[in-house]
């Protein structure tokens, strides 16, 4: 089985809007990529456009912490999933690529519409414990949605996991 770290809409303007517990994530998504890339495992990055993350734009771009490196592949989109018209499913077919580590925000948006989808589409899943952040709703506290999403997952569409558990397998 060969796997992957995909990196979710992990951007600059994204990460300044300061969504819940984002110091702590971004300590977590800066180990799970420093593990992946020890472990050789490909770090693939996620960003998403839209009028609020303007193409080309400072905040559009890979948040300064958590860039990629040259030979690292990012996968534009303009969709709450991945996937859709992203070509990312063939990449990952032609890599011979069937497990997918997810890291990323926003929890109840692109994250979640980006598990079902991988799922759906055969991958095995696995997100990373407190690996995902967003923001508090109109009624629901971002931690909130969070635990419920990772509930959720866990069993269902993915296994919810802490980093350690997720990036020490073969």
Request: glycine content about 6%; overall charge negative; hydrophobic content about 40%.
């Amino acid at each position: 089985m060969k796997k992957a770290l995909l990196v979710i809409d992990c951007q600059k303007a994204l990460v300044e809007a300061k969504p819940y517990a984002i110091d702590a994530c971004l300590r977590t998504w800066q180990r799970a990529i420093q593990k992946a890339r020890c472990q050789g495992m490909e770090v693939i990055y996620v960003r998403h456009q839209d009028d609020d993350l303007v193409f080309g734009s400072g905040g559009w771009e890979i948040h300064e912490s958590l860039t990629p490196q040259s030979s690292e592949k990012i996968v534009d989109k303009s969709y709450n999933s991945a996937f859709k018209a992203t070509g990312l499913a063939a990449y990952l077919n032609q890599k011979g690529i069937d497990n997918l580590v997810m890291i990323g925000m926003l929890t109840n948006y692109c994250m979640d519409t980006t598990v079902r989808v991988a799922f759906e589409l055969g991958y095995e899943v696995s997100v990373i414990e407190h690996g995902s952040t967003t923001f508090d709703d109109e009624d629901i506290q971002a931690s909130l949605l969070i635990d419920y999403h990772e509930s959720l997952w866990d069993g269902n569409f993915a296994r919810v996991e802490p980093l350690d558990v997720i990036l020490n397998e073969e």
